[in-house]
């Protein structure tokens, strides 16, 4: 099959050697997790490797090798079967007859002298939760949910924000093998029950609201919407978060319905404390499902497993990026987004997690810097967009704030721009290495990123994951190194998707990774590998909307903008620009005898804000004389988008296969 051109015009050669931005020292890579890791192989497998580069070879080269030697290093019990049953994509089958908890790992990290998380919210003091209260309340609300009849495999939801009541949730909810799911509160209830209704969940854990951007969100009607839309409820249990009282009121559905509302410190305390106590499952078993951004339709239920999410994590966290029991572990996320689940996992290796559940800009733009520094955090997350608008308002966080603790800057969300990068060096620390990384809700990991003894280059990430057998392919599935090209798995790993919600046979799943390149994990990002190593990402191959790392599909926008009797027909595209930015206009063909005034731009952006998420309120709304289509009657996101970043028209679509041709003139011209 042939791939489309690439949208990405380059201006000078990607072989021409970079300048790394940070070198690490002799000792560090002597220090580092991975290569302890590398001395492990060595002696155990009779494996010697000279650098990170030659053990990723090996990594891939020897798959159920390199798996066995993650199970046996982090000592995760006795294992002499097989490690790999199948190494075909999809089908892949994984430590046959192992059984686990993942939380069986959490418990075993505790850590008697270290808070376990570290939570932080607007205008609040910042709240410490020890291991024993983490995990006591975590046995006490299994306990709880196990007297409402929740067995393994039933479904618990959260809608919550980002704070230590979801983390425990979650793990209670996981210890007794059901399976969890959650969205944020920034989410309508009306987009939340596009996810979560698919699960027909038995309890429904959500909080009465949030705090963000110097203001609070009372969600109590929101979650009445929701407990009316899932008929299956058992119960409702409330987080107080803004201290309003609990929605007691009787069940949305009407007399009779068996749906009571309980009050958090009800299910989660105890006079003394309780150990937790976990369900051994199979290794696949789900853990949760994470959706899609649903960009053509409903949004797609992602299921992982235990084992796998485990292996993984442990890789991710401690040999990737170096998280140890010493680190405070801060990335700015929210439940609707795979990196809260990441970020989970710092409890995996016995560091203290961050919740925060405000803005990152508040009450000043540098606002996660002061968040950085009064938590002491080692290592902080956030997103390209943050940093470039922490650039344009001047700020310096080496100056202004205390981070003498960072030792790790984690970027993901989109592709990070050199200019970015380097401001990171020289306003925040020179010696602070910037890991970018790069992956998704599919595999709830990263395919590539840093690594602690790997260098640094400015708009670059360090190399590949181990494990990850990744490749660049043109259209004709041949790997090719310093051009553009499909980002590709060959060889499967263990945290791919169990598979689709609601998709018996496999349908769905086949059709989003294996379509284009049959047996091969094709992801939809455009990625280019360079002489030294590392891999540089230009950017979604598809149209997902992907706003500060909160990713939303096109097709929501749709449904509530195109609802509007001022709107016959929108289209909305999220285009990263060369400087870091991100531009999200949407284009509104207005109904007859209607004009885009100021007065029907300001109901659009409220609608999007009050009915779906206030995150994804377009940057511009603007009047297009039409949407132009496939033969089909599919709109053409991703030429138009392609036209948006500068693409030469002539490569970017047939104008034959175009219902209006002559609209692409007038799209291309848009052009910033």
């Given at each position: 099959?042939e791939r489309?051109?690439?949208?990405?015009?380059t201006?000078?050669?990607?072989?021409?050697?970079?300048?790394?931005?940070w070198?690490p020292?002799?000792?560090?890579?002597a220090?580092a997790r991975v290569?302890?890791?590398?001395?492990y192989?060595?002696?155990?497998?009779?494996?010697?490797?000279?650098?990170?580069h030659?053990l990723?070879?090996w990594?891939?080269?020897?798959?159920a090798?390199?798996?066995?030697?993650?199970?046996?290093y982090?000592?995760?019990?006795d294992?002499t079967?097989?490690?790999?049953?199948?190494a075909?994509?999809?089908?892949?089958r994984?430590?046959?007859?192992?059984?686990?908890?993942y939380v069986?790992?959490?418990?075993?990290q505790?850590?008697p002298?270290r808070?376990?998380?570290?939570?932080l919210s607007e205008g609040?003091?910042m709240r410490?939760?020890?291991?024993?209260?983490?995990?006591?309340?975590?046995a006490?609300?299994?306990?709880?949910?196990?007297d409402?009849?929740v067995?393994p495999g039933?479904?618990?939801v959260?809608?919550?924000?980002?704070?230590?009541?979801?983390v425990i949730?979650f793990?209670?909810?996981?210890?007794?093998g059901?399976?969890?799911?959650?969205c944020?509160?920034?989410?309508?209830?009306?987009a939340?029950?596009?996810?979560l209704?698919?699960?027909?969940?038995?309890?429904?854990?959500?909080?009465?609201?949030y705090?963000?951007g110097?203001r609070?969100?009372?969600?109590?009607?929101e979650?009445?919407t929701?407990r009316?839309?899932?008929?299956?409820?058992?119960?409702?249990v409330v987080?107080p978060?803004?201290?309003?009282a609990a929605?007691?009121a009787p069940?949305p559905?009407?007399?009779g319905a068996d749906?009571?509302?309980r009050?958090?410190?009800e299910?989660?305390?105890?006079?003394?404390p309780?150990e937790?106590v976990?369900?051994?499952?199979?290794?696949?078993?789900?853990?949760w499902?994470?959706f899609?951004?649903?960009?053509?339709g409903?949004?797609?239920?992602?299921?992982?497993?235990h084992g796998g999410?485990?292996?993984?994590?442990?890789?991710a966290?401690?040999?990737?990026?170096d998280i140890?029991?010493?680190?405070?572990f801060?990335?700015?996320t929210?439940?609707?987004?795979?990196?809260?689940n990441?970020?989970v996992?710092?409890?995996?290796v016995?560091?203290?997690?961050v919740?925060?559940?405000?803005s990152?800009?508040?009450?000043?733009p540098?606002?996660?810097w002061?968040?950085?520094?009064r938590?002491?955090?080692?290592?902080l997350?956030t997103?390209?967009?943050?940093?470039?608008g922490?650039e344009k308002?001047?700020?310096v966080?080496a100056e202004?704030?205390?981070?003498?603790?960072?030792?790790?800057?984690?970027?993901?969300?989109?592709a990070?721009?050199?200019?970015?990068?380097l401001?990171?060096?020289d306003?925040?620390?020179a010696h602070?290495?910037?890991a970018?990384?790069?992956?998704?809700?599919?595999?709830?990991?990263?395919?590539?990123?840093?690594?602690?003894?790997?260098p640094?280059?400015p708009?670059e990430?360090s190399?590949p994951?181990?494990g990850?057998a990744l490749?660049?392919w043109d259209?004709?599935g041949?790997?090719?190194r310093g051009?553009v090209?499909?980002?590709?798995?060959?060889r499967p790993?263990?945290?791919?998707?169990?598979g689709f919600?609601?998709d018996p046979?496999?349908t769905r799943y086949r059709a989003?990774?294996?379509?284009m390149f049959?047996?091969?994990?094709r992801?939809?990002?455009w990625?280019t590998r360079?002489?030294h190593?590392s891999?540089?990402v230009?950017?979604r191959?598809?149209?997902t909307l992907?706003?500060?790392?909160?990713?939303m599909?096109?097709?929501?926008?749709y449904?509530?903008?195109?609802?509007?009797?001022e709107v016959?027909?929108?289209?909305v595209?999220?285009?990263?620009?060369?400087?870091?930015?991100?531009?999200?206009?949407?284009?509104?063909?207005?109904a007859?005898?209607?004009d885009?005034?100021?007065?029907?731009?300001?109901?659009?952006?409220?609608t999007?804000r009050?009915?779906?998420?206030?995150?994804?309120v377009?940057d511009?709304i603007i009047a297009?004389?039409?949407?132009?289509h496939?033969r089909?009657?599919?709109?053409?996101?991703?030429?138009l988008?392609?036209?948006l970043?500068?693409?030469?028209?002539?490569?970017v679509?047939?104008?034959?296969?175009?219902?209006?041709p002559e609209?692409?003139?007038?799209y291309?011209a848009?052009?910033?």
């Open positions: 099959m489309p051109v690439s949208p990405v015009e201006t000078t050669s990607i072989e021409e050697i970079a300048v790394p931005q070198i020292t002799p000792e560090e890579i220090e290569t302890d890791f590398a001395r192989v060595a002696l155990s497998r009779g494996v010697h490797t000279d650098g990170y030659q990723w070879e990594s891939v080269a020897d798959i090798g390199f798996w066995r030697s993650v199970w046996e982090f000592d995760l019990g294992h079967g097989e490690v790999l049953t199948d075909t994509m999809p089908g892949a994984w430590f046959p007859g192992v059984r686990l908890n069986d790992r959490v418990i075993s505790a850590q002298d808070p376990a998380i570290l939570a609040r003091p410490e939760l020890s291991w024993r209260e983490m995990l006591s309340r975590t006490v609300l299994a306990r709880s949910l196990s409402l009849g067995r039933d479904r618990v959260g809608y919550l924000p980002n704070i230590p009541e979801a949730a793990l209670a909810t996981a210890s007794i059901a399976v969890w799911s959650a944020g509160q920034d989410y309508t209830a009306k939340a029950l596009d996810r209704g698919q699960l027909d969940p038995v309890v429904l854990i959500a909080a009465d609201g705090r963000y110097g609070e969100h009372d969600r109590r009607d979650i009445a929701l009316a839309g899932l008929p299956g409820l058992r119960a409702t987080v978060v803004l201290g309003a929605a007691t069940s559905r009407g007399a749906d009571p509302v009050a958090w410190d299910c989660t305390t105890s006079v003394d309780v937790p976990t369900v051994p499952v199979d290794f696949e078993h789900p853990l499902v994470l899609s951004s649903g960009t053509t409903k949004p797609k239920g992602i299921v992982h497993g999410v485990l292996l993984e994590h442990l890789k966290v401690a040999l990737q990026s140890g029991s010493e680190d405070t801060f990335w700015y929210s439940p609707s987004w795979m990196m809260w990441f970020q996992a710092g409890l995996l016995g560091a203290t997690i919740c925060y559940d405000g990152p800009a508040h009450p000043g540098d606002g996660l002061e968040l950085a520094s938590t002491r955090a080692t290592v997350g997103s390209p967009g943050y940093v470039l922490c308002v001047g700020a966080p202004d704030h205390d981070l003498a603790a960072l030792r790790l800057i984690g970027i993901t969300g989109s990070l721009p050199p200019s970015s990068s401001w990171l060096r306003k925040v620390g602070i290495p910037v970018s990384i790069s992956g998704g809700t599919d595999v709830v990991s990263a395919f590539l990123g840093g690594v602690r003894t790997v640094v280059w708009g990430l190399a994951y181990l990850v490749e660049a259209g004709h041949r790997a090719v051009a090209g499909e980002l590709v798995i060959t790993m263990p945290s791919m998707p169990v919600w609601n046979d496999g989003a990774y294996f379509d049959p047996g091969v994990w992801h939809g990002d990625i360079t002489a190593g891999v540089i230009h950017g191959s598809d149209s992907n706003r500060n790392g909160i990713r599909g096109s097709a929501d926008i449904q509530v903008v195109e609802a509007m009797p016959a027909e929108a289209l595209l999220g285009i990263e620009e060369s400087d870091g930015g991100y531009w999200m206009p949407l284009f509104v063909v207005s007859p005898g209607v885009l005034t100021d007065a029907v731009v300001a109901r659009i952006r409220a999007i009050t009915e779906l998420s206030p995150r994804h377009p511009e297009a004389p039409g949407i132009p496939t089909t009657g599919k709109k053409l996101e991703v030429p988008k392609r036209l970043q500068g693409a030469d028209p002539a490569g679509v047939d104008p034959a296969a175009v219902d209006e609209l692409l003139a007038w291309a848009r052009r910033r």
